[in-house]
């Protein structure tokens, strides 16, 4: 994978309901307001896939989100990363057991890091973004 | 007969014009994001962040959809980028006249800040998303509409200049040679003034910038017309977008605001041209600062029933008073 430095300066980021009680959602909201000012460093929320380069998927991936959440996957152009937000997307979280859901994220789409918390703090969210960064430089020198 | 050395001269100047068009208009770009910031209390990207952003979207994968049309949808941002680059070698920078100043006129540059928001309106059809086809009807729609007062603008400096016994009273040249402020009496200004704020609204619509952003509304149609853009061509339509705002500030300047610097220093020969360009440049900023950053910074957007009453009515009713007070200014003064 090659991956330009303008990459690291200008991350555009797609946030992907895939069943969240709506908690991960309002840190994310959070992340972008004028306290933390992710847009200094070039991180804007786009309303496309087509245009990302970070894909946010918070909550717990339901039956009838899979298949969009695949899709939406599917149309962002390469190089992409994935960033699962929230308890609900690596273990199910206090939905576990529940009859509805197909799953944790990994389990649907690849994903690069995890920010675990219920919700996570918009810190915690930032600390994500930075550790896929590095996660992408990692594996452009072929450490990974 | 044109000779070889007019023709080389003016392809070389209109390829330098057009390298400086898009690298200001790109500044222009990140001179509006950083403002925006800071009137909301954040600090905002740095200034180069907008070619920071084309240089990401050039290395990124460039996705055609299955159902696009794939000739028409590649070639919507090739024509859009083109387009306002041909509009900015019509317009006068500084004390330089139009590169091809002498084969076109307002009338034509009119026609061709269309061409942009068309190509957009083909290219989204040609998506084959409903998302782009939505935004691609509402681009239309806008375009309609605020094509009317910029039509009672351009009236009535044409008017102006040719009541005025000005030969040409079309071509950009003799617009920005004769000052129209000059031209007036007080009712006059009071009406020239009532068309800047009204062109003051324009601008943001011809950019579709908030509050007049309908037919890209990022949160209801995902981008609208964009929608379906990804890398290289996302890039060609954000550089487009920079040509296109410097275009609408250096058409503002020429047409309202067209004073120079040399004569005030007494320059001449390549130090005024130099001066005034760069005077050009600071003043296409700070109206761009006025008319798209503050207007987008302190509005919502507006539905696009809105738009299209906002300027059939109100600003069709202001061009039109106006371009009238300009008239009734030069006929008293015919009286008296």
């Known amino acids: 994978m090659t991956l330009s430095p303008s990459f690291k300066r200008s991350l555009w980021v797609f946030h992907f309901n895939a069943g969240s009680c709506n908690g991960c959602d309002i840190e994310i909201v959070a992340t972008i307001t004028p306290r933390y000012d992710p847009e200094r460093f070039g991180v804007r929320l786009v309303g496309s896939p087509k245009h990302a380069d970070v894909l946010l998927v918070t909550g717990p ?60 703090r918009p810190e915690a969210i930032i600390y994500g973004v930075v550790t896929a960064l590095t996660k992408l430089e990692r594996i452009e020198r072929g450490e990974e | 007969m044109l000779s070889m050395d007019v023709i080389l001269v003016t392809i070389l100047a ?114 084959g998303s409903p998302y782009a086809t939505v935004g691609a009807q509402r681009e239309m729609v806008s375009m309609i509409a605020y094509e009317l007062p910029l039509a009672s603008i351009v009236i009535a400096v044409a008017w102006l200049l040719y009541s005025s016994g000005i030969a040409d009273p079309f071509a950009l040249s003799s617009i920005v040679a004769n000052p129209i402020w000059s031209l007036v009496g007080p009712i006059g200004m009071v009406g020239l003034f009532v068309l800047l704020l009204t062109f003051a609204w324009v601008s943001p619509a011809e950019l579709s910038k908030i509050p007049f952003d309908t037919p890209e509304a990022e949160t209801e149609l995902a981008g609208g017309v964009l929608v379906e853009y990804s890398g290289k061509n996302l890039g060609l339509f954000t550089i487009a977008q920079g040509v296109k705002t410097l275009v609408m500030g250096g058409l503002a300047v020429a047409i309202f605001f067209p004073w120079n610097l040399s004569p005030l220093l007494g320059l001449a020969g390549y130090a005024a041209l130099a001066v005034d360009a760069v005077f050009f440049f600071a003043k296409v900023i700070l109206l761009m600062i006025l008319s798209v950053t503050v207007i987008r910074t302190g509005l919502a957007r507006f539905r696009i029933t809105h738009v299209v009453t906002l300027f059939w009515v109100w600003f069709g009713v202001a061009g039109l008073f106006g371009l009238s007070l300009v008239i009734l200014d030069s006929v008293l003064a015919g009286w008296f």
């Open chain 1, 61 to 120: 991936v339901t039956k009838k989100m899979a298949p969009r959440l695949r899709r939406v996957y599917e149309q962002m152009p390469s190089p992409k990363v994935v960033i699962c937000i929230g308890t609900c997307g690596q273990s199910g979280g206090v939905f576990y057991d529940s009859y509805n859901l197909d799953g944790p994220v990994d389990d649907v789409i690849p994903v690069d890091v995890y920010v675990p918390g219920c919700a996570p």
């Open chain 2, 14 to 127: 209109a390829g330098a014009l057009s390298i400086i068009g898009i690298v200001v208009g790109l500044i222009l770009l990140g001179i509006d994001r950083r403002i925006s910031a800071r009137m909301q209390a954040r600090i905002g990207p740095p200034l180069r962040q907008p070619f920071i952003d084309l240089k990401k979207l050039l290395s990124k994968e460039n996705i055609i959809p299955e159902n696009a049309i794939p000739s028409l949808f590649n070639a919507a941002p090739i024509v859009a980028l083109a387009s306002s680059i041909v509009v900015l070698l019509y317009l006068p920078i500084g004390s330089m006249m139009p590169i091809l100043g002498g084969y076109g006129d307002l009338i034509l540059v009119m026609y061709l800040l269309a061409v942009p928001a068309l190509a957009m309106v083909a290219g989204g059809f040609a998506s």
